[in-house]
């Protein structure tokens, strides 16, 4: 190791995911640039709905979207191996597909949405100076899951920064309105 990073990495905060409820009000509507990737994220979207709306209602902020990609037969899959709602994920993806087409529509924002087809470590939702990050469990068992509120300009926030630039490389970049024909070409 070459340096040695601050302490504690940039963590300025550690709970299970649900603790962070609150917080992601705050971040959201603070924010003028917002990153998500996850899977489908259908309860954290159902409880910023709000939130989401009004950050994409204000003038001069950006929202950058990261989902699974549908066609990916195999991401799919192993996917449905890993959650216990498994069967289900392929529908809660194409849910969150729609959702920010939705928005693409009403907001014009996202503008574009990055289709991954790796397998996730953790997902991430970025914005402006902090970011929450949220492992998942190697297990298909549900369990609470941690999560860490970290600084932009920390180690771990360099990393993730670093990350989201690599991802944009390997994504395929799709338009919201053309989200509607992945779903289609996806279905088996």
């Known amino acids: 190791m070459t340096a040695t990073p601050e302490f504690p990495f940039g ?41 989401i709306k009004a950050f994409l ?25 890993h959650f216990e709602d498994g069967p289900l994920i392929p529908a809660l993806v194409a849910d969150a597909y729609r959702y920010f087409a939705r928005l693409a529509r009403d907001f014009r924002q996202p503008a574009h949405v990055w289709l991954f087809g790796r397998y996730p470590t953790y997902s991430f939702y970025r914005f402006d100076a902090r970011a929450v990050i949220a492992l998942y469990s190697n297990t298909s068992a549900k369990k609470e899951l941690p999560a860490f509120e970290v600084t932009a300009d920390s180690f771990l926030g360099t ?30």
């Open 57 to 81: 209602g204000r003038a001069g902020t950006t929202l950058e979207v990261f989902l699974p990609d549908l066609e990916d037969h195999e991401l799919m899959f192993s996917l449905g191996k």
């Open 159 to 188: 990393f993730l920064a670093a990350d989201v630039k690599d991802l944009k490389q390997e994504c395929r970049k799709r338009a919201p309105g053309d989200l509607e024909a992945v779903i289609r070409n996806a279905a088996p």
């Open 11 to 51: 963590i300025v905060g550690v709970a299970p995911f649900a603790g962070f409820v609150h917080r992601f009000d705050d971040l959201i509507g603070s924010a003028t640039t917002m990153a998500l990737y996850f899977i489908h994220s259908r309860r954290w979207r159902e409880n910023h709905d709000a939130a």
